[in-house]
């Protein structure tokens, strides 16, 4: 298992570092490294306190879906050390790896991975509801009215999705039939745990929340987006602060659908397209921006993340012998009250 998610890992630092030799080759290698000089570096600072600043409010919403699906005996700090480890397995092909988390949780927690996998999944659902907002926003005070089929498309599917999970009965009969495929059949107790968590993680008070959330913290990735764009001497007013929202929240739609490691190339092909069209950007501008704005929203935090990792074998392997049977008792005790109450 180590050494697939060390081949999917490497896939995706791979495909990152050609993102980034494409993306320095379209701009003018010589013009990039003008405006790097021109940059005024002491704003990343404040860009990467504010990319801090996002992770906490999505961390608030990670901790309380683990709630919700009824993971309750997880510290605080454990929690964080498992969200953040997320953040290099984001770079693997399709974000599968990411499903390590459950993995992590299981062995703390004794929770099932059917059990916390949707909240993986939701966190990316919640995201996404987020950005459409930010998107609409910008499109209303830019008039930037040919992005409104991208806004219009994607809710209809998440909105869709989430009106057949909400719709009980269907899925129960769903689950029924597939207890009674062959081979199938043997994973029906773990679909329905999954379906079980996902039914709780999609009812609106909680889906407003998290959007709420999810909007906070994706608002301020646009800040810090502002912030990369006066540094290179935009104007600081209100049109350029709605332009950074606008690309950088069209490139997590674009990230989000392309499936690529990490957003990978999806990412930094939107972010590049998009300040050349819709902020007037030269292509060595452009590029410039848009390597320190994947810097800060992807390559920071796997930085970061792979640094907890280093430190949570340490803290919690240690530990794992002493907390894994009580632990695990309590996961499941707390899984049967959640059936029992379904």
Known sequence: MRRDLARLLIIGLGLGFLAFVGVALLSDLSALLAHAMRFTWWLMVPILLLRVANWLLRFVKWHFYLRVVGVRNISVRESAAVFLIGFPLAISPGKAAEALKSMLLQRLTGAPIAQTLPVVASERLSDGMAVLLLIAWSILNLAAHEYWSIVFT????????????????????LLQMLSRLPYIGRFARSFKVFYESSYQIVQLPNLIFAVGLGTLANALDGLGVYLILVGIGLPAEFETFAQALLVISLSVVAGALSGMPGSIGASDLTITGALQHLVGLSAPQAGFVTLVARFVQLWFGVLVGGGVAVLARALFLSQRQALRQPRRQQGYATLREKRGAC
């Open 154 to 173: 994607t809710l209809g599917a998440l909105l869709s999705g989430i009106a057949i999970l909400q719709y009980r009965p269907l899925c129960m009969a």
